[in-house]
């Protein structure tokens, strides 16, 4: 009994084993069917909520589809095989024939009615292969080719059935939503009569504008749907088919339904779902358009749903309006009446900035004359009013403009002329303070040349300074003299007065020459003496001895009377009276320090105003500019002359100076003028002395010539040197590069491949063509050939790299830069000044004068320089005129075909950087739109189209759940539209 309990127990667990594990394995592989099926999340629970017998016999039954034999009906090849056949025949043969029952006609009514079926029952698998093997768009392009007689019938409406039921499954409705023409064509099934047909398409638009980009997708198919029905202006057939009466057809209201569904959908969702201008911007299109009157119309119909979306278009009018009457101060706007419009906007911007701009738009649109200017002009406007600061276009974009920036360079314009106009001032000040400090520059080089002629002044004012001392001690020397002159004579004369008496008079000659005998002061050389007093001898002037004061003292400037007798001074006697005066005072208050000093500030005068009267021959603006350079110089002119007679063997003169000096070559005038005035040489004013010391020298400018040749000649030979193999290596690079062969041989097969007809089927191209690739531009002028060919030349199968150009063109920019003509007239000019430093030698020798070594062994050397350059020069001429021959040009300038290639290259690197700047510019349009896409299209978790089929989005639209509008708030909307 107790074994037999045993067993029961083992077994019990063991079942119970495998009940367990057939639980795991039954949720496993429920869960692969789940996922296989793709159902929305809340359907998801409701399947794993399911007893596990129940979910067993899901898995059997569908586990018994997947083992069975499958038809061909069960791959998406058959139906899409079925498809093509369809759009490449004709249905039908005669127009007589009665579609309906044609087989053919309901043949393909079952193909497409099986593929609806089976993109919405097959498994994932079945889907996936359909959108691998390109099943939309053979869909499209059936719907795009269909007849028209066909586009009436049901066929018509499963092909987009089919569409529709693609877009139930994630992976289908992604498919749709990136191909670039799928909703386009879709929309274009618009443009029938059948009204099931109508529904159709509308169900999928309606739900697609609460897709992530949907919305703008959605919109601009309509646009396009406008001009391919030859619609006066877009959702003009939606607004007629509200207005069109169709009673006999049980379908009407469910179309004017959906037709309601979609336009508040293009007003809630999208861009509309954050801004309010938006929502008026498209609805300001359906009142154009007469919806006001049609909703009064269709409440008529008393259909629930259709009811719900007309009082929610009417609620949402009335909120949006009473946003856009609090932003504009509280004036309301009767956007029925252009009069009222003009009033409100004129009492809204009447006294602000915005009138004139205003006044100006109005002024300008009475000068639009064609139709479709004013059209243009809208779009215009509604671009500008609809564009977000990023910078997208929510709807319709006529122009690539950035309102923003635009609006924000106009914004600061004020600042920006203020700016510009301080810059102007600044650059003009910039300028007047550069012409004044050359001005300042060429006064402190004047002033420099004053201070130095100052110097040499001064130096000669103290040698004669000490003249003039020399002198008054001279002076004060003879006044000793004339002292004991003066005694000796006062000794004679009373010798005289003694001998008058005893012995007879004496002549007057000899009176006279007696008398006469005197000491002259030192005067100028051949100066006169005094002449005798007149008439016979007049009486002797008494000598009296008076005292003479300690120290030099002011002389009274008096006039003196020699004739005293039968006068007051007869009987005076000065000498006495000096003894009653206080002389140390009279000495002390009236010293000759002053005296002393005005004398030698007289010396000085004599001496300066001497100098002042230096002969200035020579020009004076040519006289202060020489007299600048030869401050540079620091040399005397007997210096500067030693250096040009000697070639300047001891290298006292810089090239650059002596070259200066060529400037200042006495002219035949001016060395007449000078040599009239040789004897006065020593009063010439500096530079005049320079020009008239210069022009003693023969040959002068011949000889200062040959001392600059020969200081430049080393750097002359370098540079050309320089510039010859530049030229060379560049002509060797061009010839040499494959690269470049490989660049040529794109631009030939490009012209001959663009070109037809006599300008076509070339063989070569001239260089200047080069430059022509940028002139030809793309179709919808936003780039050129040379952009294109950018583009293709760092391709897999070309491999040409700029930077590879680039590196074996180094010596390109250094070519471009050299002018072979000036090359070779510089070599010529090389040659000439070595004849004329030999022309110069032979005159020295035919002289008989010393020729300077340093000029014989200069142009010995150079000889063979100028050889070798010439040599040089040649060889260059020689591979430049072969490289313009592989080129096919045999005229061009060195300077011009250089340019050529160097203006090509770098217009090719300005293109690949506008090419990589125009991809990152997309790039970043791109990521900013899916940015503003991603936040516009942001809803609440119950209208969001997450997780949700097409038919539920649908649905969730028709019931207006995703509307903001309830009953109670509905029932008050009492205004009359």
């Known amino acids: 009994m107790r074994c037999k309990t045993l067993c029961l127990v083992r077994q019990k667990v063991v079942n119970y084993q495998r009940y367990l594990t057939k639980k795991y394995v039954v949720n496993r592989r429920f869960k692969e069917v789940v996922q296989e099926l793709e159902l929305p999340v809340d359907k998801q629970v409701t399947m794993y909520e399911l007893p596990i017998q129940k979910k067993w016999q899901i898995i059997v039954s569908k586990t018994s589809e997947k083992d069975g034999t499958k038809e061909a009906r069960d791959f998406p090849e058959y139906y899409i095989d079925n498809i093509k056949a369809m759009y490449q025949k004709t249905l039908f043969e005669s127009d007589d024939m009665d579609h309906s029952k044609s087989e053919e006609y309901a043949r393909r009514l079952r193909i497409l009615d099986g593929l609806k079926s089976a993109l919405r029952t097959q498994p994932l698998s079945f889907v996936d292969r359909f959108i691998e093997i390109h099943g939309l768009s053979h869909l499209l392009n059936f719907l795009k080719e269909m007849e028209k007689d066909m586009k009436e019938t049901r066929i018509h409406t ?181 009069i009222d419009m003009c009033e409100s906007l004129r009492k809204i911007h009447g006294s602000t900035a915005v009138y004139p701009h205003f006044l100006s738009i109005m002024q300008h649109l009475t000068l639009l004359k064609h139709q479709h200017l004013w059209a243009f002009t809208d779009h215009v406007l509604q671009q500008v009013s609809q564009q977000t600061p990023d910078g997208l276009d929510p709807d319709i974009a006529v122009l690539e403009i950035n309102v923003q920036k635009c609006a924000d360079g106009l914004k600061h314009e004020k600042t920006s002329r203020i700016l510009k106009k301080k810059n102007e001032n600044l650059s003009e000040k910039c300028r007047s303070l550069e012409s004044s400090l050359q001005k300042e520059s060429q006064e402190l080089e004047r002033v420099k040349n004053e201070k130095t002629e100052l110097t040499r002044s001064m130096l000669r004012y103290q040698e004669r300074l000490e003249k003039v001392r020399e002198n008054e001690k001279q002076v004060e020397n003879i006044g000793h003299l004339e002292q004991e002159n003066a005694a000796l004579k006062k000794k004679i004369q009373a010798l005289l007065h003694t001998s008058f008496a005893s012995s007879a008079p004496t002549s007057n000659t000899e009176f006279n020459s007696c008398c006469s005998f005197t000491l002259k002061r030192p005067g100028p050389p051949g100066a006169l003496a005094p002449p005798p007093p007149p008439g016979g001898m007049a009486p002797p002037i008494p000598v009296k001895q008076f005292p003479q004061p300690s120290m030099s003292v002011k002389s009274f400037n008096w006039v003196k009377q020699t004739q005293v007798k039968n006068t007051i001074f007869e009987t005076m006697e000065p000498e006495k009276a000096l003894k009653c005066l206080n002389l140390e005072r009279l000495e002390s208050a009236f010293q000759a320090k002053i005296n002393h000093r005005s004398s030698i500030a007289r010396n000085f005068e004599e001496v300066e105003s001497k100098e002042n009267l230096d002969l200035k021959l020579i020009d004076g603006r040519r006289s202060q500019n020489c007299s600048i350079l030869l401050s540079r110089l620091k040399l005397s ?84 040197i320089s510039n010859a193999d530049a030229i060379t290596e560049a002509c060797r690079e061009l010839k ?174 300005e293109a690949k950087a506008e090419n990589e700047a125009r991809e990152e510019l997309v790039k970043e349009r791109i990521r900013q739109q899916q940015n503003v896409l991603n936040r516009q299209e942001r809803i609440s978790t119950k209208n969001s189209s997450k997780g949700k089929t097409l038919d539920e989005m649908g649905e969730m639209l028709k019931s207006g759940e995703l509307f903001d509008c309830g009953p109670k708030r509905r029932q008050r909307q009492k205004k009359k539209y």
């Open 736 to 909: 040499n590069a494959k690269s470049i062969r490989q660049l040529f041989l794109l631009v030939l097969a490009l012209g001959n491949y663009m070109n037809k007809g006599a300008r076509g089927n070339s063989p070569g191209f001239k260089l200047s063509s080069l430059s022509k690739l940028r002139d030809t531009k793309t179709t919808d002028g936003k780039s050129t050939l040379l952009h294109y060919l950018v583009e293709e030349l760092e391709t897999s199968k070309n491999k040409i790299s700029l930077d590879d150009i680039e590196a074996h063109t180094k010596h390109l920019s250094d070519a471009r830069r050299v002018d072979l003509k000036q090359l070779r007239n510089e070599v010529k000019q090389l040659r000439d000044g070595l004849e004329a430093c030999d022309y110069e030698i032979q005159q020295l020798q035919s002289e008989g004068s010393e020729v300077p070594s340093t000029l014989e062994i200069f142009c010995e050397t150079a000889k063979t320089h100028i050889s070798d350059l010439e040599n040089l020069l040649k060889a260059t001429d020689e591979t430049y005129s072969q490289t313009l021959i592989s080129f096919g040009d045999k005229q061009l300038e060195s300077h011009d075909f250089f340019s050529l290639f160097q203006n090509f290259f770098n217009e090719l690197k």
């Open 158 to 338: 499963s092909a987009i059935a089919c569409i529709k039921a693609l877009m139930n499954n994630q992976a289908g409705r992604a498919n749709v939503l990136e191909h670039p023409d799928a909703v386009d064509i879709i929309t274009y099934s618009l443009n029938v009569e059948n009204v099931k047909t109508k529904i159709s398409v509308l169900d999928i638009l309606g739900p697609v504008c609460l897709i992530p980009g949907g919305h703008k997708k959605v919109l601009n198919a309509l646009t396009k749907f406008a001009t391919f029905a030859a619609e006066r202006t877009r959702f003009q057939s939606l607004i007629l088919d509200l207005a069109r009466s169709r009673k006999e057809n049980e379908f009407e209201v469910e179309l004017k339904t959906t037709i309601m569904t979609l336009v508040n959908a293009l007003l809630k969702f999208g861009a509309g779902h954050e801004t309010v201008e938006f929502r008026l911007h498209l609805r300001y299109e359906f009142l154009m358009l007469g919806i006001v009157p049609l909703i009064e119309k269709l409440g008529q119909y008393e259909n629930t749903d259709l009811n719900l979306h007309l009082d929610f278009f009417k609620w949402q009018r009335d909120q949006d309006e009473e946003l856009l009457q609090a932003k504009n101060g509280g004036v309301s706007i009767n956007t029925n009446s252009a």
């Open 637 to 720: 002119e007997g210096e500067v002359r030693q250096a040009v007679l000697t070639n300047d063997s001891a290298e006292r003169l810089n090239a650059e100076l002596a070259e200066q000096l060529l400037k200042f070559v006495p002219t035949k005038e001016e060395i007449e003028t000078l040599n009239q005035y040789a004897d006065d040489a020593h009063k010439m004013a500096t530079v005049d002395r320079f020009f008239f010391e210069m022009g003693k020298i023969l040959r002068y400018e011949n000889k200062l010539r040959a001392i600059v040749f020969r200081k430049k000649f080393t750097e002359r030979r370098s540079n050309a």
